[in-house]
């Protein structure tokens, strides 16, 4: 995962400046270095702002996932918990009721030995 935050970088025009200090008048040189300076300011904010949407919509996809693990997922699991639940302590009812039957028929067979053994 993680958010790829873009590097812009301008073209490199310095070395021309220099190479033609001579030839152009100071006035465009001037207008030449404001604009290298607004660009790359332009450039830095073109940077930050690509990034600030990129995490936000980084952001918006986090909430969504947040929200529907708390408003679907968890329910949905709580639900299963306790249809289990449910279900093992009704089997543990029908487990008892069966030892109960069987102690109960145990019971009578002893008694009926013991019967049959008096009366032989």
Same mark, same amino acid.
């Given at each position: 995962m993680?958010?790829? #935050?873009?590097?812009l ?6 070395a ?7 030839? #152009?008048?100071?006035?465009i040189?001037?207008a030449m ?16 702002e ?11 996809k986090?909430?969504r996932?947040?929200?529907?693990i708390?408003?679907v997922? #968890?329910?949905?699991l709580?639900s299963?918990?306790k ?9 543990e009812?029908d ?5 109960k039957t069987?102690?109960r ?11 049959e053994v #008096?009366?032989?």
């Open positions: 993680g958010v790829k #935050i873009p590097r970088e301008g073209g490199r025009r310095e021309l400046l220099t190479d033609y200090l001579l030839e #152009i008048p100071v006035s040189s001037e270095k404001a604009f290298q300076e607004v660009h790359k300011i332009v450039l830095d904010v073109a940077e930050k690509t990034t600030l949407r990129k995490l936000l919509y980084e952001i918006d986090t909430k996932k947040a929200n529907a708390e408003n997922f #968890i329910p949905r709580e299963a918990v249809f289990i639940t449910f279900r093992l302590e009704e089997m009812r487990t008892f009721a069966m030892l069987v102690k028929k145990m019971e009578e067979r002893e008694k009926n030995v013991e019967v #008096i009366a032989n």
